[in-house]
T-cell receptor
Framework: DTEVTQTPKHLVMGMTNKKSLKCEQHMGHRAMYWYKQKAKKPPELMFVYSYEKLSINESVPSRFSPECPNSSLLNLHLHALQPEDSALYLC??????????????????FGPGTRLTVL | LAKTTQPISMDSYEGQEVNITCSHNNIATNDYITWYQQFPSQGPRFIIQGYKTKVTNEVASLFIPADRKSSTLSLPRVSLSDTAVYYCLVAFKAGGFKTIFGAGTRLFVKA
């Protein structure tokens, strides 16, 4: 299984709602990532988990709260979002973090994304 | 934080070879250069990765000069289905490894 799955595919929420995005992989990868992508822009890194611990938080506002319950699952909890948070949210996984000399550690497998609209 | 720079767009015709260059002046010593392809409304897909010199796989080649301050993705004999955005990605060591995507190059392949 070389797939990263994300649910839901689409999400519409109001600014006072609480919702969660889910990501799952069964490749035994130990690094998982959340990215945000606006239209016609590159993906922007939000969070990195390594061995189920948060290793990088790219100064993301606290209305986004990541969680890694186990090595296969990654959640992104959303609360009190703003309309400008509307974007495609991508999850990815890799065997490890970039920066090692073992090439196989560096390839990131991306999910199809969740299209989020905040009204 | 250093930027990666790519051409915004490129046009090509079916059957031609396409070369896309990415500049990454402040690449970390131990970092690999990775290229991804993305179609609309899909997540990026890995194409190729290298550290230095040349790497080739079944879909592309990657050329990296000795100073590693740039890299060139080469797509041989492109087809219409290669129309996509191509991103180069490097990671910068800054209290962890931040993955920074370039702005992306939109490749249009014409018949």
């Amino acid at each position: 299984d070389t797939e990263v799955t994300q649910t839901p595919k689409h999400l519409v929420m109001g600014m006072t709602n609480k919702k969660s995005l889910k990501c799952e992989q069964h490749m035994g990868h130990r690094a998982m990532y959340w990215y945000k992508q606006k239209a016609k822009k590159p993906p922007e890194l939000m969070f990195v988990y390594s061995y189920e611990k948060l290793s990088i938080n790219e100064s993301v506002p606290s209305r986004f709260s990541p969680e890694c319950p186990n090595s296969s699952l990654l959640n992104l909890h959303l609360h009190a979002l703003q309309p400008e948070d509307s974007a495609l949210y991508l999850c990815a996984s890799s065997q490890g973090l970039q920066g090692t000399r073992d090439q196989s550690y560096n390839e990131q497998f991306f999910g199809p994304g969740t299209r989020l609209t905040v009204l | 934080l250093a930027k990666t720079t790519q051409p915004i767009s490129m046009d090509s015709y079916e059957g031609q070879e396409v070369n896309i260059t990415c500049s990454h002046n402040n690449i970390a010593t131990n970092d690999y250069i990775t290229w991804y392809q993305q179609f609309p409304s899909q997540g990026p897909r890995f194409i190729i990765q290298g550290y230095k010199t040349k790497v080739t796989n079944e879909v592309a080649s990657l050329f990296i000069p000795a100073d590693r301050k740039s890299s060139t993705l080469s797509l041989p004999r492109v087809s219409l289905s290669d129309t996509a955005v191509y991103y180069c990605l490097v990671a910068f060591k800054a209290g962890g490894f931040k993955t920074i995507f370039g702005a992306g190059t939109r490749l249009f392949v014409k018949a």
